[in-house]
């Protein structure tokens, strides 16, 4: 049985298998998310929307997960913040290719994401977030981003099916739902730069790699608009949370070789 809003389907197959058989506290979840497409919707719209949706069960699932551990249990984190911090903590990865399928007049994309949870990194890096206020606020405000582009997203989803194909309104909402799906990548980088930061020397790498990450997305070319290219559309802001990283590591790196 499905349920429909704005194209996106809530129904999502969910399933824990065990990563590894030798009996390491590792857990993978996967997810399923589905969009069906409308006649303002490209198959990369659909493709985004069905990853977007998928990533956001699989983290659901994923934080039910991590407030059943005994150690997070300890730390007296709220849901909501267990659920915030988890999102920063996790990688969400996509699992081979999108399917595509005929339903009724339109296409349906489904796609497919698996996300590790590692019990004991989860618990050693939710008792860092829990140390370093500044990591903590920083997720905040990346999770309560989230969720606003999430509900701009779907309004806009909503306005798009009613649009007329090609019209002044449809290109303004389509222009907006990129510039939304891209800054809802951008909070995602800020979200794991934040833990990074807060973990160990090893993490200050990685926040770097997600600052690459973000210089990459966006290039060096005159900066095209948010309908020719959506990553485009990614808030330049941020890149201060991994400034810091990178500023530390280039100094420790002036000091070994003085």
């Not at 956001?56 to 699932?61: D, T, Y």
């Not at 081979?96 to 349906?108: H, I, R």
């Amino acid at each position: 049985m499905r349920h429909w809003a704005g194209g996106l389907s809530a129904l999502a197959v969910l399933a824990w298998l065990p990563a590894n058989p030798c009996g390491a506290a590792i857990e993978e979840v996967e997810a399923t998310g589905r969009y069906h497409l409308g006649d303002n919707d490209s198959k990369l719209d659909g493709h985004r929307l069905a990853l977007m949706e998928a990533k956001r069960n699989a983290l659901e699932k994923a934080g039910t997960y991590v407030e059943s551990i005994s150690e997070v249990k300890d730390f007296q984190l709220t849901r909501d913040e267990v659920r915030t911090y988890t999102a920063g903590i996790l990688e969400v990865t996509e699992e081979g290719e999108p399917k595509w399928q005929m339903v009724g007049s339109n296409l349906e994309v489904t796609v497919k994401v698996k996300v590790r949870v590692d019990k004991d990194d989860v618990a050693r890096r939710l008792a860092a977030i829990r140390e370093n206020k500044e990591a903590a606020a920083q997720l905040k405000e990346a999770g309560a981003k989230t969720k606003e582009n999430e509900r701009k997203i779907a309004d806009l989803n909503r306005q798009l099916k009613t649009a007329k194909k090609g019209s002044p309104k449809a290109k303004q909402a389509q222009e907006s739902r990129a510039k939304a799906l891209a800054d809802l990548d951008a909070s995602a980088l800020k979200a794991h730069a934040a833990v990074a930061r807060s973990y160990s020397e090893k993490g200050l790498a990685q926040a770097r790699a997600y600052l690459e990450r973000n210089v990459k997305i966006r290039g060096c070319a005159p900066a095209p608009s948010a309908a020719d290219n959506p990553a485009a559309a990614v808030d330049p802001a941020w890149l201060w949370l991994a400034a810091p990283a990178v500023a530390l590591m280039i100094g420790k790196s002036r000091s070994r070789r003085g």
